[in-house]
């Protein structure tokens, strides 16, 4: 029983097109984020949602935009893809953003390799 | 604020050899420290932490890194390694507020036979 899952695995799709990655966690955490990995593998927060509040929102264009139903679920939005989106972004959760350093250990899903044609 | 440097980007090693990865932080507030470890085609897992308490920490598949103030680095070594250990490996730690994970750029532990 998969602790974080992200849907699809791959997403090929056409520039311009809008597109929705899903994530769920069953570890029972309040804190959810997603990440964008390059091909150089640098690894880059975009945002961050705490018991369904936004935490952490970096410097990402308004073309993506994060929903959180309920704790347990994180989706990602992106509108108007660009060859510039195309990378593996992952989902990761933890159990707190606060309370200590150990309920920050991140639990990431497998990733969604995306690529923009 | 706080930051981690690895200071190589790919490390070739022979199989049964050692290795040494190396990882420098900076911060002026308590220091939390971890390696993830990101298997090819896999997300990242947390391979060993170090909060408190003694400076040498070790993970269950042999591995260890040790936290020295002094030189600011928290290094990851492994006495002898295997195919199996071909990952990247990342150094972190967290901001401030110590609700945000810093990563490093990681590195590419290459394991030859």
């Known amino acids: 029983d998969t602790a974080v899952s992200q849907t699809p695995k791959y997403l090929v799709t056409q520039m311009g097109n809008d597109k929705s990655i899903k994530c769920e966690q069953n570890l029972g955490h309040d804190t959810m984020y997603w990440y964008k990995q390059d091909s150089k593998k640098f690894l880059k927060i975009m945002f961050s949602y705490n018991n369904k509040e936004l935490i952490i929102n970096e410097t990402v264009p308004n073309r993506f935009s994060p929903k959180s139903p309920d704790k347990a679920h994180l989706n990602l939005h992106i509108n108007s893809l660009e060859l510039g989106d195309s990378a593996v972004y992952f989902c990761?959760?933890?159990?707190?953003?606060?309370?200590?350093?150990?309920?920050?250990?991140?639990?990431f899903g497998a990733g969604t390799r995306l690529s923009v044609l | 604020a706080q930051s981690v440097t690895q200071l190589d980007s790919q490390v070739p090693v022979f199989e049964e050899a050692p290795v040494e990865l190396r990882c420098n932080y900076s911060?002026?507030?308590?220091?939390?420290l971890f390696w993830y470890v990101q298997y090819p085609n896999q997300g990242l897992q947390l391979l060993l932490k170090?909060?408190?308490?003694?400076?040498l920490v070790e993970s269950i598949n042999g591995f260890e890194a040790e936290f020295n103030k002094s030189q600011t680095s928290f290094h990851l070594r492994k006495p002898s390694v295997h195919i199996s250990d071909t990952a990247e490996y990342f150094c972190?730690?967290?901001?401030?507020?110590?609700?945000?994970?810093?990563f490093g750029a990681g590195t590419r532990l290459f394991v030859k036979a």
């Open positions: 990761a959760s933890s159990q707190g953003s606060k309370g200590g350093p150990s309920k920050n250990i991140q639990y």
């Open positions: 170090y909060l408190s308490g003694s400076t």
């Open positions: 911060s002026s507030v308590s220091v939390y």
């Open positions: 972190a730690t967290l901001n401030t507020g110590g609700f945000k994970t810093i």
